[in-house]
């Protein structure tokens, strides 16, 4: 073997089992180890495009024209980083996993439908963005009869990332991050040093920019993963043979990448990984050299024998060993695991429709592998229950974010009916209802108490905690025994701000107190990450003002975006953190956040994925605003984090907190048909105030009351009133509406 440079390439030859997978991954656990910590999730950073497919007998030459070969073009969820993400999300669906996907979507009518697309596949994109000014990326994809697929990528959206992107928020708890080059380098370095100081791996994606890499990320990086042709590119070397591969990948580890992982196409892949770096005696006396370990792992056969779309089979491929990796394999079983996931992606036509299954790909490997792939069995009956669920029309919703619901179940985004047994969305209550009437509650009135009372609200799943007003004199084990005897799960942790801030929170004139709120809700983020909530939402009461020339509007207003973007920095990063606007109190008459259109130009400037609103109906019924049309926004903006809700009649700013429903059925009616509509993914709160109510029963009305409403949202639906909704035909709604109703 020839010596690239100063690199001893010892090519190890050997066989492929015997270099274990790297100590820092964890091994694989499934979605049934119910007392088991939360997997590490699958980061993938990257773009996101309408593929837009033509078909040709070939690609045309210079300045020449072709016909393609089919009158119309398909169209097709694409991008490295879409694909990536759908790929890691359908293999480790079983197993509990999660897999979050971070892009920037377009203003255009394409963004609907990729958003749907993913969420369907079980992605996260929580904590993605809406582009205000650009269209989607779209690829132009020429698929040739033998198909190979050329492309040319316009990139809209993908290239909206401010130059100060921050990632230090988006690495913690990731087990593995995939990278590809369709959006701007500073993004990439960003997320890749964030992962270093994470010690989490790095698998970039040498695809989609054809200029050099620095070597600045190159050495942040564990796995570069280029193509032949890519491989060659970059080093300029030559790659035909297999010698010029290790050789050409060498020289690329010399600069600082940990290994490089080469696809070949039909000649399968090769690794070329850097051991410890030791004192090779080279050429030139005194030099450092490392030595490197070689793998070969050869192509499997193409499921029906027939290469027919090669789009995402590069996409496959990573996001298996990926996942492989993270689940702890030995690097054979890494790199077999990732061969037969190109091999099934290339026998189908698109990009995300070929991408495979965990099933197809073990059932690939039971044919053609001799390695042992049990613990990746494990799951497997979980997803053959979830396709039967799909196809009988009875699947489950892929739920993020909330305590309680099972990780990783992430078939289509489909609501079943309100009769189904299973209800799509899961309910809270407000606990400290639970202290009315407590006479009629033969314990003593204590939050443990309200916790056990809560337990007796049939419907009732989970429950929002008070921070630090329920932590005060309480043990954190003695709240999960309470928690546990009651059958329920923390969803999320309210904060509750002391007097101390009665001249704000964020808004507060002293520097001091204002970093005072914001460790208060940081303390907070850490007892929910502790006790597995999904949510902190933050209520300041005191961020107002009751008097004209009382408050400088800019200086509060920066202050309360500053503020919350240290808040959430300073979170870990599975919690989401949304804040809970109320235009007026008793104790600030008018609030610096005072409407939705406010609370979402403050999440903008903000700029965190995980921050966003959770909006309560007495809050925006005071507010002016029809909860609806609210809802509606805050989900065109992807930051519809929570819903409290509960009804009132609203005279002089009052708050009632009656039950959801009570006084405005018909905008009550309208609210439940925009949550089916925008798919909202969180937990209804009901925020209510049954002061002369028994609040057991009171709770099990709002439940009942959701439920009638989400069903005759369904029939609206049905009854095609959108079709008047788009003749904006008021009189056609109220004839549905009357015709509908109660039936």
């Not at 009158?71 to 996993?97: E, S, W, Y």
């Not at 000014?133 to 990528?153: C, F």
């Not at 050299?289 to 590069?314: H, I, L, N, R, W």
């Not at 993270?326 to 790199?335: A, F, I, R, Y």
Request: charged share 20%; with cysteine.
């Amino acid at each position: 073997m020839q010596r690239v440079n100063a690199i001893a390439t010892l090519t190890v030859l050997i066989s492929i089992f015997i270099l274990a997978s790297p100590t820092t991954i964890t091994t694989a656990t499934t979605a049934s180890d119910s007392n088991a910590a939360p997997l590490p999730h699958i980061l993938v950073v990257g773009s996101l495009n309408v593929d837009i497919i033509i078909p040709v007998d070939r690609l045309p030459t210079l300045g020449e024209t072709i016909t393609a070969r089919s009158p119309t073009t398909d169209i097709a969820v694409g991008g490295k980083g879409a694909n990536q993400a759908v790929a890691a999300a359908r293999l480790t669906c079983p197993t509990g996993r999660t897999t979050r996907f971070i892009t920037k979507f377009g203003n255009d009518a394409h963004a609907e439908m990729l958003e749907s697309a993913l969420t369907t596949a079980g992605v996260d994109v929580s904590g993605c963005e809406k582009v205000l000014n650009l269209p989607s990326g779209q690829g132009i994809v020429l698929l040739d009869s033998d198909g190979t697929a050329s492309s040319v990528v316009l990139g809209g959206s993908n290239t909206a990332w401010s130059s100060d992107f921050q990632a230090d928020h988006l690495v913690r708890n990731a087990g593995i991050i995939l990278l590809q080059r369709e959006v701007p380098e500073h993004v990439n370095l960003a997320v890749a040093g964030a992962a270093v100081k994470e010690k989490v791996p790095v698998v970039l994606d040498v695809g989609g920019e054809e200029s050099p890499i620095s070597n600045k990320l190159l050495q942040l990086v564990e796995y570069l993963a280029p193509n032949e042709s890519e491989l060659q590119r970059l080093t300029g070397l030559p790659a035909g043979t297999h010698e010029e591969v290790v050789a050409a990948a060498s020289s690329l580890i010399e600069r600082g990448v940990g290994a490089v992982l080469v696809t070949l196409a039909e000649r399968g892949s090769v690794l070329v990984h850097r051991v410890q770096a030791s004192k090779i005696k080279s050429k030139k006396k005194g030099e450092t050299a490392s030595s490197v370990v070689v793998f070969e792992q050869a192509a499997f056969p193409v499921p029906g024998g027939k290469v027919v779309d090669g789009t995402a089979a590069g996409d496959a491929f990573r996001a298996a060993f990926a996942v492989a990796l993270v689940e702890g394999l030995p690097m054979k079983e890494c790199l077999e695991f990732a061969a037969a996931a190109g091999a099934v992606a290339v026998s189908r036509l698109g990009a995300v429709p070929s991408l495979p299954s965990r099933k197809e790909i073990l059932e690939l490997l039971a044919k053609h592998s001799t390695s042992n792939f049990d613990e990746m069995h494990k799951g497997l009956e979980e997803e053959k229950r979830i396709e039967e669920a799909a196809a009988t029309g009875d699947a489950e919703r892929c739920s993020i974010g909330d305590a309680g619901t099972t990780i990783g179940t992430c078939t289509q985004a489909n609501f079943p009916s309100s009769s189904s047994a299973s209800f799509p969305l899961k309910f809270a209550s407000r606990l400290n209802s639970m202290r009315s009437s407590s006479s009629a509650f033969k314990m003593s009135n204590s939050v443990l108490d309200w916790i056990a009372r809560q337990g007796d609200i049939q419907g009732l799943d989970l429950i929002d905690l008070n921070y630090p007003q329920h932590f005060t004199n309480i043990k954190e084990i003695h709240l999960v025994a309470a928690l546990h005897s009651a059958n329920l799960s923390i969803s999320a942790i309210n904060v509750r701000f002391p007097d101390q801030f009665n001249l704000g929170t964020f808004t507060n004139p002293s520097l001091e107190l204002r970093r005072g709120a914001e460790q208060l809700c940081i303390d907070a983020c850490t007892v929910a990450a502790r006790l597995g909530a999904s949510q902190l939402i933050v209520w300041s009461q005191y961020d107002g003002y009751d008097y004209n020339f009382q408050m400088n509007y800019h200086s509060a207003w920066q202050w309360t975006v500053e503020s919350y973007q240290r808040v959430v920095d300073g979170c870990p990063s599975e919690i989401r953190i949304s804040i809970e606007f109320k235009p007026t109190d008793e104790n600030t008459r008018i609030s610096i956040v005072p409407s939705t259109g406010a609370a979402l130009l403050l999440a903008r400037q903000v700029n965190r994925p995980s921050f966003g609103l959770t909006l309560d109906v007495g809050h925006l019924l005071m507010a002016g605003e029809n909860p609806a049309q609210s809802v509606a926004l805050a989900a065109a903006d992807r930051k519809l984090f929570g819903m409290h809700l509960n009804d009132g009649h609203v005279k002089l700013g009052a708050e009632d907190g009656l039950i959801f429903g009570a006084v405005n059925p018909r905008m009550a009616l309208e609210l439940v048909f925009w949550l089916q509509k925008v798919n909202y993914q969180g937990h209804i709160y009901f925020d209510t105030f049954p002061k002369k109510e028994d609040p057991v029963a009171e709770a099990e009305l709002n439940i009942k009351m959701f439920k009638a409403l989400w069903k005759e949202a369904e029939r609206l639906s049905n009854a095609g009133i959108e079709e008047f909704t788009a003749r904006h035909d008021a009189l056609g709604v109220l004839e549905l509406l009357s015709q509908t109703s109660g039936k």
